[in-house]
């Protein structure tokens, strides 16, 4: 028999790794704001791949300044 891990969010979605559960949880906080951000005026994006990758850019840039203690 094989042991297999996986990791649980806090709403209990599965992941395989740790770090994509984390992206998950902060995907989590930041979608309400990023949801009101591209229903704005001052979104580039509104909809596909655009919205998309400004949603990742985003989440990545706040993860990116919270590990640097960046305000």
């Given at each position: 028999?094989?042991?297999i891990?996986?990791?649980r969010?806090?709403?209990?979605?599965?992941?395989?790794s740790?770090?994509?559960?984390?992206?998950?949880?902060?995907s989590?906080l930041?979608r309400?704001?990023?949801?009101?951000?591209?229903?704005?005026?001052?979104?580039?994006?509104?909809?596909g791949?655009?919205?998309?990758?400004?949603?990742?850019?985003?989440?990545?840039w706040?993860?990116w300044k919270?590990?640097?203690?960046?305000?």
């Open positions: 028999m094989e042991m891990a996986a990791y969010a806090n709403d209990g979605t599965i992941f395989e740790q770090e994509s559960a984390a992206l998950y949880e902060a989590l930041w309400d704001r990023l949801d009101e951000f591209a229903a704005s005026d001052l979104s580039p994006y509104t909809s791949a655009g919205l998309s990758m400004m949603h990742k850019s985003i989440i990545a706040e993860r919270a590990e640097k203690g960046v305000a």
